[in-house]
């Protein structure tokens, strides 16, 4: 069962990949990553994963891309969106997760590697 999680495990690191601090765990029994102890995202099955969002945020992008993003009765009134591993683009991934690190992160942290990422050539 843990082959099956490694596939969308390994894209969410890619995704991630140049955010700092980043945690590589688990849980709930399946693969995570978080910044410091905040979760960001992790495996539910080999087909879906849970990545944290603003309530308000996570409404919006239901109704926007349902056939992304959705929730179970399980999620209902929680700040965690349930994301569609096959169908999710590679850069709406990272957008989401970059979103999400920023949320989770102290805001001096997140100011400060926002300015960073502006003076970069190579910015995402």
């Not at 995704?15 to 539910?44: C, H, N």
């Not at 991934?93 to 400060?112: C, F, G, I, N, Y």
């Amino acid at each position: 069962m843990a082959d099956d999680f490694s596939t969308v495990f390994e894209r969410l690191k890619r995704a991630a990949q140049d955010l700092p601090d980043l945690v590589e765990t688990t849980s709930y029994g399946t693969p995570a990553l978080k910044a410091g102890k905040k979760l960001l995202t992790r495996v539910k099955d080999a087909e879906t994963a849970v990545v944290m969002c603003p309530l308000d945020e996570k409404e919006m992008l239901l109704q926007a891309a349902p056939d992304i993003y959705f929730e179970t009765d399980h999620y209902k009134g929680w700040p965690a969106l349930l994301v569609r591993m096959n169908v999710v683009s590679d850069h709406e991934l990272r957008h989401r997760l970059e979103r999400t690190w920023l949320t989770q992160v102290p805001k001096t942290k997140a100011k400060t590697w926002l300015a960073e990422r502006e003076k970069s050539p190579d910015k995402r």
